[in-house]
């Protein structure tokens, strides 16, 4: 067999002339073997005088580095992993087909999956890769098979400890308690970032909740004109994961009329909170602009409030 320095694995028979010009040095595999076997390494044809193939000399065909993983290709299933020392059989049906792929390792931060070529990592990286601020006042709780532990944004995690899971994200600021505050009614606090952008707007609020459901509730909401009042109270719910989980949706009291008298469409679905029946708002984000955890807020979803209210009473 005449390894070429393309990287392909060809035949030579008896007969044949075998070209050695080059500036590298001819390369040939010699072996006794009544068959050869035939399979494909990333783009290249080989063949092989064994029925089987060992993982390190997979590597060194390929020129495949330690730090990447080489898979078998499967019909039907996912994938075989070729794991170090272990032999792959040539002598099964069909060509088998190898490649390489740099291996990654993934965690799931408050639902957001990110990938790390990198086996240790620290807390802070995978915030960040995930799209969270690391300088947020977090309680950070990390998720193994072993059980859950806090930990710090300075603290390393090594991915290839089985059972790594998830890091789950709890803003410190954000409680269910019942401490009130002057100006509005807390029944739990906002994030400092979304309390502050409320004040430079000067939106008086109160934050309540009412059964398992957070609602943030932004009083005396100024309207453009064209609607059959000045101003309304506009509820938003916050979710517990906010801000990973996206807001959606607004709700209004009193319900909102057009003084041409035409119907708005996605507003006839009544939302109880506290007894107050609000109207509800179905405006969602399009697939062009989807929520993005810690750069979207409170003070982002405010405008799209801002842009459905002005839509409906543009000329």
């Not at 075998?18 to 001819?26: D, E, H, R, V, Y």
């Not at 070729?82 to 390489?100: C, K, M, R």
């Not at 290839?160 to 807390?186: H, Q, S, Y």
């Not at 707007?201 to 459901?213: C, I, K, N, S």
Request: charge should be negative; charged fraction near 30%; glycine fraction near 6%.
């Amino acid at each position: 067999l005449q390894w070429l320095a393309s990287g392909d694995i060809e035949e030579v028979r008896p007969d044949e002339n075998a070209l050695i010009s080059g500036p590298a040095p001819a390369r040939f595999i010699v072996s006794k073997t009544d068959r050869l076997f035939r399979f494909k390494l990333e783009d290249h044809s080989l063949v092989w005088p064994r029925g089987k193939i060992s993982e390190e000399i997979l590597r060194k065909l390929g020129n495949v580095e330690a730090s990447s993983t080489l898979y078998v290709r499967r019909k039907d299933v996912p994938d075989e992993v070729l794991e170090t020392g272990s032999d792959l059989s040539l002598a099964e049906l069909g060509v088998e087909q190898v490649y390489a792929s740099k291996q990654t390792w993934k965690i799931n931060v408050q639902g957001v999956v990110v990938e790390f070529s990198e086996p240790e990592i620290t807390v802070r990286q995978a915030m960040q890769e995930a799209g969270f601020d690391p300088e947020q006042n977090w309680i950070i709780v990390l998720k193994t098979a072993s059980g859950r532990r806090n930990v710090s944004t300075d603290d390393r995690i090594d991915l290839r400890e089985p059972g790594i899971e998830k890091l789950r994200l709890t803003p410190r600021d954000v409680n269910n308690g019942e401490l009130a505050r002057e100006g509005g009614k807390r029944e739990f606090q906002l994030l400092k970032s979304d309390e502050d952008g409320l004040t430079r707007r000067q939106l008086p609020y109160d934050t309540l909740v009412d059964g398992a459901r957070r609602w943030l509730l932004l009083k005396g909401y100024k309207l453009p004109a064209g609607y059959n009042v000045a101003e309304t109270t506009v509820a938003i719910e916050i979710p517990s994961s906010y801000p990973s989980a996206e807001l959606d949706m607004f709700y209004c009291f009193p319900a909102l009329n057009l003084t041409s008298g035409r119907i708005i469409e996605q507003t006839q679905v009544v939302q109880d909170i506290r007894g107050i029946k609000f109207q509800r708002w179905s405006r969602h984000r399009g697939p062009t602009a989807p929520w993005r955890p810690m750069r979207d807020s409170i003070l982002t979803h405010l405008t799209l409030i801002d842009t459905s209210l002005v839509r409906e009473v543009e000329p």
